[in-house]
């Protein structure tokens, strides 16, 4: 039951506000535009599961490296969204696990109503990928959904899955076992995709206060770019199938509410039942490019992901994992780009680096609340270093502007740099597993942390010298474009990209 106060009428045009909006923003261009891409091992240059994608949200992202940590009998963990939530919720409590593994994640501070810091996954110690992406659910879905909605959402399951999951499989098992007990608490509807060195998964969690939910396994000759997340076609035995997984009711939820008959429709199509049937170009175009240009090696996939099509100023950040088996956890490889990765470049970080670098961490530019209050004692020198998301945030601004002139070169530089970091991984697997095997295990994480500190360091200073390059052609070329409002940003439909 819906727990509101006031008339009928009022809940109505409440809820109609929330579908009326939600519906708009899918139909045209949606705010979020998260995206992830899968391709299969046997699609793969290595025969590696490549995944790759960005979250797509306003404030600063700042990259942590989170250790594995023991809780006590009967711990929790408080998961829900609060009332300032565009739809509200309330929240609640959930048994926390005995152990949670170390992963690697991009964290943000700011989605209205959504306790910070918020993730959309990474990677964990048991090489599990994880990207969250927006699935906007049917207006009917976000118009029943409760007020207030309790149960984990979309940044609370992202980090259960990598604080516990072991596979691909598991992640889907686990998240769908919490909203089977939990519910979900929505936004209008989300998708997650998950990856192992064998396969991936696509879990969407639909709004409406159900507990609706499905996953669609992604095999070793899939090619999937969830932009947004969709699942087409699946079986109505779907949970006795090893490819599928589900909530118990999904099928007859939908029969009971007229959105399916068996008699007339020719097959179950879940986005067509549950979703809203659109996708934001360039989706099939790239998931055509990709197979097309099979077998995809590590540098194409970084160059997916790069993309100016998606890759742009709402782009929180750019991850590619190539996953493959691994003797030793510590050596799990995701590379990060630490802000839009048109022009940022990707450094490589092992789930076994002990800390991230300051320029690299959490700062002030862009996080929830620093602007009501002064800088505390603790935070001075890591505030006083270098802030890698704002010099390659400078970078994308004077890029974009003048993109025929400057975004072919720093692309170049990007590129030549990353073919580098590439090369250097082999050597760095041999130095590190002579130090594990020689028994110098503390010796080995500290090698590992401090190679990516340097090259992150030195992704500054090449990130440094095409600004300082850029910004002196722009004032000499083309002079500084005063603005023309008051406005300095708003939330909307339009991004800075770098389109020529």
Known sequence: MFRIGGSLRRRAQHYMK????????????????????????????????????????????????????TFPDGSVITVGVNERAFMPGQ???????????????????????FPPPLTNGGLNEH??????????????????????QTGPQYSDLSRIAMERARTAREAVEIIGALINEYGYSTYGGNSHMFADENEGWVLINFAGGEGLWIAERLGPD????????????????????????????????????????PDADASFNVTRVFGVQEERYPRSEMEAELRSEAPIDLRRMMRAVRDPRISKDSTGYGQV?????????????????????????????????????PQYGKHRYLTKDEATGF???????????????????????????????????????????????????????DTAEALFSAGKRELAL?????????????ALLLGNALLGSIEARTRLLYGYREPTTDVVSRLSYDRIDCLL
């Open 127 to 148: 090489n599990v990928a994880a990207r969250d992406v927006w699935s906007p659910s049917r207006p009917e879905l976000v118009a029943m959904t409760p007020n207030p």
């Open 18 to 69: 929330w579908a009326l909006l939600t519906l708009s923003c899918s139909l045209a261009n949606p705010v979020w535009s998260s995206y992830a891409i899968y391709v299969g091992k046997n699609l793969t240059a290595d025969g590696s599961v490549m995944m790759g994608g960005s979250g797509d949200e306003v404030s600063s992202h700042w990259l942590e490296v989170v250790p594995a940590q």
């Open 321 to 357: 994992a190539a996953l493959s088996e691994s003797a030793r956890p510590e050596m799990n490889l995701l590379w990060i780009a630490p802000t839009g990765s048109v022009t940022a470049p990707f450094i490589p970080y092992r789930i076994g680096v002990q800390h991230i670098a």
């Open 222 to 261: 899939d090619i999937r770019m969830s932009y947004p997340g969709y699942i087409q076609d699946i079986p109505l035995n779907f949970n006795a199938h090893p490819d599928f997984m589900g909530s118990p009711h999904l099928i007859e939820f939908a029969m009971d509410r007229g959105w399916y008959d």
């Open 446 to 458: 500290n090698y590992l942390t401090e190679y990516s500190a340097t090259r992150g360091a030195s």
């Open 91 to 113: 929240f609640t409590t959930i048994p926390q696990v005995a152990r949670t593994a170390r992963y690697l994640t991009m964290n943000y501070s700011e989605y209205e109503g």
């Open 375 to 429: 800088l505390t004692e603790d935070w001075q020198i890591q505030e006083a270093t270098e802030f890698a998301g704002r010099t390659f945030k400078r970078l994308m601004y004077f890029t974009c502007d003048h993109p025929e002139k400057f975004l072919p070169e720093v692309t170049e530089a990007l590129t030549a740099f990353e073919d580098q970091l590439i090369k250097e991984q082999t050597t760095v697997a």
